[in-house]
């Protein structure tokens, strides 16, 4: 018979070829340098001018960005939670369809709006407003960031409070409690873990990414994910690129340890 251990081997063959040895490598090349001896030159360019200024905007940008979701995407998901049952799966089909076309069409399409002779700007044209200078700009890219980004924040919130028991609400409301505080004590902290799931599945990757802001920036903006992709691709110094990736592997590591604390105080506090 087969041990209950073999059904383990796929994944644990996937786990290792697609996570471990690749961390590895990344190790690797960013202890080391061209010459083969170990160093910790590369992770240490995080902190020359440039980098710092990108890895500061990629932030700055990524919580934006993480913001504007959030602030979209609960209220959606408590428009969703009231809809009646068929409209609901109607209009999650329609909000996740966007997903179903190709990553880099959604941003290209995006573009087409924005540029200078784009449809934005000839829309304002023909009510005799000026142009806008839109695309190539930290707001370009937030735009675009919220547009590809903002599923993964929706979904996560929703799935949390679908499952909230109307019966809480309604012992609150009838303690006397006010729409204002209900929203704040009790459908707030339960709504906390899909909170967090949806910062950490916006954050990280619009921290890291490169595709958006060079298709909607125009390579004048450059983020941390730029430099690292530019390293790999352009300048072919993997050690370098290894290294200042290495280095938001340690932010991200952080950010995911600082979201799962506030994670555990969720729902402690209800009334």
């Known amino acids: 018979m087969i041990s209950r251990k073999s059904y383990n081997a796929p994944f644990v063959v ?8 690749p961390i590895l490598s990344i190790a690797y090349y960013g202890f080391t340098n061209r010459s083969g001896e170990v160093t910790t030159e590369n ?4 902190f020359s001018q440039n980098n710092l200024s990108a890895l500061g905007l990629s932030l700055l940008l990524a919580l934006i960005s993480t913001v504007v979701c959030l602030l979209l995407a609960f209220p959606m ?6 809809s009646k049952y068929g409209r609901q799966g109607f209009m999650i089909f329609v909000f996740i369809l966007p997903m ?4 880099l069409l959604r941003t290209m399409a995006w ?11 000839s829309v304002l044209a023909i009510f005799g407003l000026p142009g806008q200078e839109l695309i190539n700009t930290p707001a370009a890219i937030v735009l675009g960031m919220v547009y590809d980004f903002l ?3 929706v979904l996560p919130i929703y799935n949390v409070v679908s499952k909230i028991d109307e019966h809480l609400i309604e012992a609150a409301y009838d303690l006397g409690a006010k729409k204002s505080y209900v ?4 459908i707030l902290p339960l709504s906390l873990p899909g909170i967090v799931s949806g910062i950490t599945m916006v954050f990280i990757p619009a921290l890291t990414t490169f595709v958006i802001s060079n298709m909607l920036g125009g390579g004048k903006i450059n983020l941390i994910g730029n430099i690292i992709e530019q390293e790999f691709t352009v300048n072919s110094n993997w050690y370098l690129g290894s290294g200042l990736s290495l280095v938001m592997m340690i932010f991200i590591l952080m950010s995911m340890l600082i979201l799962r604390k506030f994670d555990k105080t969720g729902g402690e506090n209800i009334l």
Do not use: H, K
Request: proline share 2%.
């Open 14 to 21: 996937f786990l290792i070829a697609g996570t471990v040895i």
């Open 43 to 46: 992770l240490t360019a995080i």
């Open 77 to 82: 998901a408590m428009i969703l939670r009231g």
């Open 100 to 103: 179903w076309m190709n990553f």
């Open 111 to 121: 573009r087409v709006l924005l540029e200078r002779r784009g449809v934005i700007n």
């Open 151 to 153: 599923p993964f924040m």
């Open 183 to 186: 929203y704040r004590r009790v």
